[in-house]
């Protein structure tokens, strides 16, 4: 079955202690990205990666970090979390586009609400 | 920031209703994709428009895209509860590029 996991899927924590939410994926996808959800902004880009070792910046990569060092796994960094950080956070993995039709799977993580205080 | 509009943001109907949704950029991007994302749950891929004048259809949903390729819409015959949810796009203006959304137009329909 087709599936982008995330861990944890809840966690509360406290300004400036580092944490880590993980996101697999068993896909083979080459694409993989991270975004976070906020009421009255939707979902907004924080970092992606079109393949093993190769990220980039998405709209509002600011006090994040991720690495992409196999295919299937792409954690997200919070190395010293803020309140303003707080906010649903949801991982992605995408196919290659189709050359013609530019279709593409695409499958999103559960999702993590993460919680600063 | 490439901004992508979305109107109208919340829209409630009754069932067997029809209801058109729109997504508007000031910018021609290479592909625009169609979300459905209920809550709690992450979005699901509903459908990708790549070519201007695209028409595709997925049940009783119709999506369009704009010959310009800077505009599409969803339209909805005969809603049902189930289509409720939020309804999101997104482009990317290349290949490979980032991912921008717009904010979602909040659709309910009641039985």
């Known amino acids: 079955e087709a599936q982008v996991t995330q861990n944890p899927r809840y966690l509360i924590t406290v300004t400036g202690k580092k944490l880590t939410v993980t996101c697999s994926q068993n896909?083979?996808?080459?694409?993989m990205s991270w975004y976070r959800q906020d009421p009255g902004l939707g979902l907004r880009q924080i970092y992606y990666?079109?393949?093993?070792?190769?990220?980039d910046k998405g709209d509002v990569p600011e006090g994040y970090k991720v690495s992409r060092k196999e295919k299937r796994n792409f954690p997200l960094i919070l190395e010293s979390p803020s309140p303003n950080q707080t906010s649903l956070y949801f991982c992605?993995?995408?196919?290659?586009?189709?050359?013609?039709?530019?279709?593409?799977?695409?499958?999103f993580g559960p999702g993590t609400r993460l919680t600063v205080t | 920031t490439q901004l992508l509009e979305q109107s109208p943001q919340f829209l409630s109907i009754q069932e067997g209703e029809n209801l058109t949704v729109y997504c508007n950029s000031s910018?021609?991007?290479?592909?625009l994709q169609w979300y459905r994302q209920e809550p709690g749950e992450g979005p699901v891929l509903l459908v990708t428009?790549?070519?201007?004048?695209e028409v595709k259809k997925l049940k009783r949903l119709t999506f369009q895209f704009g010959d310009a390729r800077k505009d599409s819409s969803l339209h909805i015959t005969a809603a049902q509860p189930g289509d409720t949810g939020l309804y999101l796009c997104?482009?990317?203006?290349?290949?490979?590029?980032?991912?921008?959304f717009g904010s979602g137009t909040s659709l309910s329909v009641i039985p």
């Open positions: 428009v790549v070519t201007g004048g």
């Open positions: 992605a993995s995408s196919s290659v586009p189709a050359p013609k039709t530019g279709d593409y799977e695409q499958y």
């Open positions: 997104a482009i990317m203006k290349t290949s490979y590029d980032k991912v921008i």
């Open positions: 896909m083979n996808h080459e694409y």
């Open positions: 910018s021609v991007f290479s592909s």
């Open positions: 990666s079109m393949n093993v070792e190769v990220t």
